[in-house]
């Protein structure tokens, strides 16, 4: 019998996890190892050292290990905006006239506006603890930053982050919340690394990418003692910390017997649908229950619908490691008109092997379409999402009306990565009518792909 669901399901104190769960342990088919890009071997904590922090390096390579308690100065920080509620979209589900009952784990109550603070707070606490005076990084739509920037406030780091130069134009706010809690924001590619005077000189004019930024951010870190890199997707040990937001979300859904038929999230670099999924794939892979697990890309950045899976590199500048992942090229950006973020060119390599193996599989939706869903959930949920996880409500919604179709009464739980105040231009295309959906031709692509480094 099911107990009545709240509208909103907090967890208490002592059900919050204390160990982040590393879905790798898991896997039967590992992501295939990251390579160093001078020897095309496997890479090593050692090497490593030198850009990440020896700590994170060791989560980044650790494919065995399932848990990993939580340090506690982390879940004290936690607590200040944790655990995050899973909310029940009643007033959605009336205004669709759909039987499914609808759940979305809300991560953007806090200031930073989206779920990277939970991976900012860990890589900053880990960077501390090595006695390191600060940490570099890129940023493209401006969350990460401002997500590192509080988290590097509260460990008193110095943090210096690389922004992609059209979101430090367009906005101009998150760049002052950044600096308002201490960090020193560049726009990229800048003139202050040798990788940003390169790619000025062969790209006069460029609004930047993240690839690019990541380049500029690693050479920042590795020119200067007692600095490393840290980036706030695609890595492993990133899906790693995100798994709070799984563990929550199953520890709520448990607690209300509530069983998930279909879980949704927006995939960018793929790590807030990682740590979504995490503890549900783990659970596939064990055998012990199915799911419809859905990633949901940009058409306009199509990486696991659209791209290849092969080693790529991570960056524009070819310094980081090489990485196996469904990839569009180092070198793809997504055209100009492309509003919201989810423009890197890669996937997690985590995400990457749980979709060729089809555990999860992905979708493709138009910008226009994700923000008519963005419209449509703001409208009656009260949240202004972010166009990035508009994208899953897309999906959610879609689906919800499927089953109004087939009368069929499907929990369907997506992520609701963060809200959308920050991207006011985005909207103001949208209420203007001037948004347009740029779909990358297969020419496009087979240009990019035509770049990937010969491995293997
Ligand atoms: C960064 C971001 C994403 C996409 O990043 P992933 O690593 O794919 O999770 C999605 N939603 C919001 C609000 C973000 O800030």
């Known amino acids: 019998m099911n107990k009545e669901i709240p509208y909103k399901i907090y967890l208490e104190e002592h059900e919050m996890p204390k160990e982040w769960y590393n879905v790798r342990a898991d896997m039967k088919n590992k992501p ?27 989560q980044e390579l650790d494919d065995t290990t399932a848990l990993f308690e939580i340090p506690k100065d982390i879940r004290d920080f936690y607590k200040m905006y944790r655990p995050s509620p899973l909310v029940r979209a009643y007033c959605l589900e ?12 809300f991560e953007g109550n806090n200031t930073s506006g989206s779920h990277k603070l939970n991976s900012a707070i860990a890589q900053a606490y880990y960077a501390k603890q090595q006695g390191l005076k600060g940490v570099t990084t890129e940023t493209g739509a401006g969350q990460w930053g401002t997500a590192l920037s509080m988290a590097c406030s509260y460990f008193d780091l ?24 201490g960090a020193n924001v560049t726009p990229s590619p800048s003139m202050t ?40 997707s695609v890595l492993s040990q990133v899906l790693l910390h995100q798994s709070i937001i799984g563990l929550e979300t199953k520890a709520a859904l448990d607690k209300y017997d509530i069983k998930a038929d279909m879980i949704i999230g927006c995939a960018g670099g793929g790590s807030n649908l990682g740590g979504l ?57 997504p055209s100009a008109n492309h509003a919201g973020g989810l423009r890197y060119h890669g996937m997690s390599s985590v995400v990457s092997q749980l979709y060729d193996d089809g555990i999860i599989s992905a979708r493709s939706v138009g910008q226009t379409e994700v923000f008519e869903a963005a419209q449509q959930f703001a409208k009656v949920e009260g949240i202004l ?32 990565t963060g809200t959308g105040y920050f991207d006011m231009v985005a909207y103001q295309k949208f209420n203007d009518g001037d948004m347009s959906d740029y779909i990358p031709t297969d020419e496009e692509l087979e240009r990019s792909l035509s770049t990937l480094p010969k491995v293997e």
């Not at 696991?304 to 960056?315: E, Q």
Request: aromatic residues 10%.
């Open 193 to 232: 690394t040798e990788i940003g005077k390169k790619i000025n000189e062969e790209f006069p004019g460029t609004t930047g990418s993240l690839g690019c930024a990541i380049s500029e951010a690693v050479e920042a870190a590795t020119s200067r003692e007692g600095y490393r890199y840290v980036l706030g």
């Open 94 to 105: 009336k205004k669709l006239d759909t039987p499914a009952h609808i759940y979305y784990k």
């Open 32 to 58: 295939a190892p990251i390579l160093n890009p001078a020897t095309l071997k496997p890479v090593t904590v050692e090497e490593l050292s030198p850009v990440f922090c020896e700590e994170l390096a060791r």
């Open 158 to 181: 110095d943090c210096l982050v690389y922004m992609v130069k059209v979101s430090y134009e367009q906005k101009p706010f998150r760049r002052e919340v950044m600096r308002t809690y």
């Open 277 to 333: 999924i995490s503890p549900f794939a783990g659970e596939m892979l064990r055998g012990e229950a199915d799911y419809e697990i859905v990633a949901v890309e940009p058409a306009s950045c199509p990486s696991l619908t659209r791209g290849r899976y092969a080693y790529d590199f991570c960056d524009t500048g070819k310094v980081c490691p090489l990485a196996k992942m469904y990839t569009l090229g180092s070198g793809f950006m």
């Open 385 to 416: 999402p972010a166009p990035e996880s508009s994208h899953a409500i897309r999906v959610a919604i879609d689906e919800a009306l499927k089953c109004k179709e087939t009368g069929e009464a499907k929990n369907i739980v997506f992520g609701l």
